[in-house]
C-alpha cells in the first residue's frame, strides 16, 4: 500500500518517490508499516550479512554503550579497539597487520588515497600523488574516493571538483572493451586490461603515481564480474616494478562474501592496502576501515615521526567496534564461509538454469553470494536494453512489488548503457530461502517480458 504523499522534513534521496516504511526484520526478511514482508535479497546494500533482528550483536552494542558510548581515539583507546583489530588482521593476507577504522567504504578508501600519499612523499617522493582507478568501479562519493572510482553517473555532476586522477578499463570478458577474446589474452600471457595500465603509467610518469586501486570482483558498477585468473599477479608485478601501492577495495567483496574471507584470496596476491566496510559490521553500526601492509607502517615509523595526518571523529567508535566482534564471532562460530560455498553454488546453478529458460539473461556470474545477471534485449547476442527502458529498476520494483528486493543497477558496457541485478542474500541463508528468492526473480522477469510485448504491440499498433 503505497503512502500519501505528504510534507516531512526529510532531506530524502529522491524527493519525487515515497519508499515502504520498515518497522522491524527477522532473518532475511523486512517488514512494513502495513505489514507487508519482503525479501532482503541484496541484504540491504550488500551489507546486512546476517540478515535482521540479531539480538546477540544488538546486546554487544548495549553492553558496550554502558560501558563507554564514545573516547576521544586521539586521547583514549578500548579493550573492543585491540581485539576487533587482532581478529581482522589475523584473517587477512599475511603482513598486513594493523587495522584503521572509518565509519564507511567512502572514508576507509579517502584514508587509502590520502595514506598512500603521505607515505610516498614522507619517504622523499613528492611528486607521487596520482592514483589510477578503473571504469565502471565504484569507490564512495567523497571528493577523493569519487576521483578514484568510475563510476560516470555518479562523477558527471561533480566533474569540476574531482581530483586529477586517471583511469584504466576494468576487466570485462564477456565485453572485452578491447575487442579481444580471453582465450587468446590466456594463450599469449598478455592482457590488455593488464598492459594498459602499464601504459597509463609510462604516459603520466611513474615518479607522479602513488596507487593503483581496483575490487577484486567489481560489484555494483558492473554485476559481479571477476577479472581473468592472472590478472591481479600481473598487476602486482606493474605495482612493484613502478613503486606504486596497490588497494585492493574489499568494501563489498570483504568478510565472507564471496566464499573466502577476502576477495583477493581467490587471486593469490597480497596487497599493500585493504579497505573494508559492509559485512565487518553486517549492517548493525557504521563500521569500515582498512587494512595496512607492514611495509608502510614501518615507512610512517621512519619517515613520518610514526604519525599519519588524518583522522575523523567516529574512527575506532565503541559501540560500533563491539558490533563488528560481535559479528565477526558469529561468522566463525556459524562456518559462515562453507555455508556462501554451499548456498552460493546452489543459487548459481540455480540462475544458470534460469538463464537456459529465460531469453533476457546474458550472463550469470560472481562467487559465492555475489551473484549478477546481465540483462539484454537478446540474451545469446547481448544487446543491451536502451536506457530509457530501466530494465534492471523495472524488474527490481517488479519484485518489491511480490515481496522481494534485489540490487539493480546500470551502465555496465559504459557507463550507460547496460542493465543488471545483483543477487546477494545474507550470507547465512538456507537452500529454501533461495528457493524462494528464485521464485519471485522468475516471475518477475516473466512479468517484465510480458511488459515489453504489450509495449511493443501498442507501438505497433500506433
Same mark, same amino acid.
Given at each position: 500500500?503505497?503512502?500519501?504523499?505528504?510534507?516531512?522534513?526529510?532531506?530524502?534521496?529522491?524527493?519525487?518517490?515515497?519508499?515502504?516504511?520498515?518497522?522491524?526484520?527477522?532473518?532475511?526478511?523486512?517488514?512494513?508499516?502495513?505489514?507487508?514482508?519482503?525479501?532482503?535479497?541484496?541484504?540491504?546494500?550488500?551489507?546486512?550479512?546476517?540478515?535482521?533482528? *540479531?539480538?546477540?550483536?544488538?546486546?554487544? &552494542?548495549?553492553?558496550?554503550?554502558k560501558k563507554a558510548a564514545f573516547v576521544?581515539?586521539?586521547?583514549?583507546?578500548?579493550? #573492543?579497539?585491540?581485539?576487533?583489530?587482532?581478529? =581482522?588482521?589475523?584473517?587477512?593476507?599475511?603482513?598486513?597487520?594493523? #587495522?584503521?577504522?572509518?565509519?564507511?567504504?567512502?572514508?576507509?578508501?579517502?584514508?587509502?588515497?590520502?595514506?598512500? !600519499?603521505?607515505?610516498?612523499?614522507?619517504?622523499?617522493?613528492?611528486?607521487?600523488?596520482?592514483?589510477?582507478? %578503473?571504469?565502471?568501479?565504484?569507490?564512495?562519493?567523497?571528493?577523493?574516493?569519487?576521483?578514484?572510482?568510475?563510476?560516470?553517473?555518479? !562523477?558527471?555532476?561533480?566533474?569540476?571538483?574531482?581530483?586529477?586522477?586517471?583511469?584504466?578499463?576494468?576487466?570485462?570478458?564477456?565485453?572485452?572493451?578491447?575487442?579481444?577474446?580471453?582465450?587468446?589474452?590466456?594463450?599469449?600471457?598478455?592482457?590488455?586490461? #593488464?598492459?594498459?595500465?602499464?601504459? #597509463?603509467?609510462?604516459?603520466?610518469g611513474p615518479e607522479n603515481i602513488s596507487?593503483? =586501486?581496483?575490487?577484486?570482483?567489481?560489484?555494483?558498477?558492473?554485476?559481479?564480474?571477476?577479472?581473468?585468473?592472472?590478472?591481479?599477479?600481473? =598487476? %602486482?608485478? +606493474?605495482?612493484?616494478?613502478?613503486?606504486?601501492?596497490?588497494? *585492493?577495495?574489499?568494501? &563489498?567483496?570483504?568478510?565472507? %562474501?564471496?566464499?573466502?574471507?577476502?576477495?583477493?584470496?581467490?587471486?593469490?596476491?597480497?596487497?599493500?592496502?585493504?579497505?573494508?566496510?559492509?559485512? *565487518?559490521?553486517?549492517?548493525?553500526?557504521?563500521?569500515?576501515?582498512?587494512?595496512?601492509?607492514?611495509r608502510i607502517i614501518k615507512g610512517l615509523?621512519?619517515?613520518?615521526?610514526?604519525?599519519?595526518?588524518?583522522?575523523?571523529?567516529?574512527?575506532?567508535?565503541?559501540?560500533?567496534?563491539?558490533?563488528?566482534?560481535?559479528?565477526?564471532?558469529?561468522?566463525?562460530?556459524?562456518?559462515?564461509?562453507?555455508?556462501?560455498?554451499?548456498?552460493?553454488?546452489?543459487?548459481?546453478? %540455480?540462475?544458470?538454469?534460469?538463464?537456459?529458460?529465460?531469453? +533476457?539473461?546474458?550472463?550469470?556470474?560472481?562467487?559465492?553470494?555475489?551473484?549478477? +545477471?546481465?540483462?539484454?534485449?537478446?540474451?545469446?547476442?547481448?544487446?543491451?536494453?536502451?536506457?530509457?527502458?530501466?530494465?534492471?529498476? !523495472? =524488474?527490481?520494483?517488479?519484485?518489491?512489488?511480490?515481496?522481494?528486493?534485489?540490487?539493480?543497477?546500470?551502465?555496465?558496457?559504459?557507463?550507460?548503457?547496460?542493465?543488471?541485478?545483483? +543477487?546477494?542474500?545474507?550470507?547465512?541463508?538456507?537452500?529454501?530461502?533461495?528457493?524462494?528468492? &528464485?521464485?519471485?526473480?522468475?516471475?518477475?522477469?516473466?512479468?517484465?517480458?510480458?511488459?515489453?510485448?504489450?509495449?511493443?504491440?501498442?507501438?505497433?499498433?500506433?
Amino acid at each position: 500500500m503505497e503512502r500519501e504523499l505528504k510534507e516531512d522534513y526529510v532531506f530524502h534521496r529522491d524527493f519525487t518517490k515515497t519508499y515502504p516504511i520498515i518497522t522491524h526484520g527477522e532473518g532475511i526478511y523486512l517488514f512494513d508499516e502495513d505489514g507487508k514482508r519482503y525479501i532482503d535479497a541484496c541484504s540491504g546494500a550488500v551489507a546486512a550479512n546476517l540478515g535482521h533482528g *540479531v539480538e546477540e550483536i544488538a546486546d554487544a &552494542m548495549a553492553l558496550q554503550a554502558k560501558k563507554a558510548a564514545f573516547v576521544h581515539s586521539m586521547r583514549f583507546e578500548t579493550d #573492543v579497539l585491540f581485539e576487533l583489530a587482532e581478529k =581482522i588482521a589475523k584473517l587477512a593476507p599475511s603482513s598486513l597487520d594493523k #587495522v584503521y577504522f572509518t565509519s564507511g567504504g567512502s572514508e576507509a578508501n579517502e584514508s587509502a588515497i590520502k595514506l598512500a !600519499r603521505q607515505f610516498h612523499k614522507d619517504a622523499g617522493r613528492p611528486e607521487k600523488h596520482i592514483v589510477i582507478g %578503473r571504469w565502471q568501479s565504484y569507490h564512495g562519493n567523497t571528493y577523493g574516493s569519487l576521483s578514484a572510482g568510475g563510476d560516470i553517473k555518479r !562523477r558527471q555532476m561533480y566533474t569540476p571538483n574531482l581530483l586529477n586522477f586517471s583511469h584504466i578499463h576494468s576487466p570485462n570478458c564477456k565485453r572485452c572493451p578491447y575487442q579481444r577474446e580471453q582465450d587468446d589474452c590466456d594463450a599469449k600471457k598478455n592482457w590488455s586490461c #593488464v598492459g594498459n595500465l602499464e601504459s #597509463v603509467i609510462l604516459e603520466l610518469g611513474p615518479e607522479n603515481i602513488s596507487a593503483f =586501486i581496483a575490487e577484486p570482483i567489481v560489484g555494483s558498477q558492473l554485476g559481479a564480474v571477476s577479472p581473468p585468473e592472472a590478472y591481479f599477479k600481473e =598487476i %602486482r608485478n +606493474i605495482c612493484d616494478k613502478y613503486n606504486i601501492l596497490l588497494i *585492493v577495495d574489499e568494501v &563489498m567483496t570483504g568478510f565472507g %562474501r564471496t566464499g573466502k574471507d577476502f576477495g583477493i584470496q581467490h587471486f593469490g596476491v597480497t596487497p599493500d592496502i585493504i579497505t573494508f566496510g559492509k559485512g *565487518v559490521s553486517a549492517g548493525y553500526a557504521p563500521l569500515a576501515g582498512m587494512i595496512v601492509h607492514d611495509r608502510i607502517i614501518k615507512g610512517l615509523l621512519q619517515n613520518s615521526k610514526g604519525k599519519f595526518v588524518h583522522g575523523y571523529t567516529y574512527s575506532g567508535h565503541p559501540v560500533s567496534l563491539a558490533a563488528g566482534l560481535s559479528v565477526l564471532t558469529i561468522y566463525e562460530r556459524e562456518s559462515i564461509l562453507k555455508n556462501v560455498q554451499e548456498s552460493g553454488q546452489y543459487l548459481k546453478d %540455480r540462475l544458470m538454469n534460469l538463464k537456459s529458460a529465460c531469453p +533476457i539473461i546474458f550472463d550469470i556470474r560472481g562467487e559465492g553470494l555475489l551473484l549478477g +545477471i546481465e540483462l539484454a534485449v537478446d540474451g545469446d547476442k547481448g544487446t543491451p536494453f536502451p536506457g530509457k527502458i530501466q530494465a534492471s529498476e !523495472r =524488474i527490481n520494483s517488479i519484485a518489491m512489488s511480490m515481496g522481494a528486493v534485489f540490487y539493480p543497477g546500470s551502465g555496465s558496457i559504459n557507463g550507460h548503457s547496460g542493465d543488471h541485478l545483483l +543477487i546477494t542474500p545474507p550470507l547465512n541463508v538456507t537452500k529454501s530461502e533461495i528457493d524462494e528468492i &528464485m521464485s519471485v526473480l522468475e516471475q518477475s522477469l516473466q512479468i517484465f517480458i510480458e511488459e515489453l510485448k504489450e509495449e511493443k504491440s501498442h507501438e505497433i499498433a500506433k
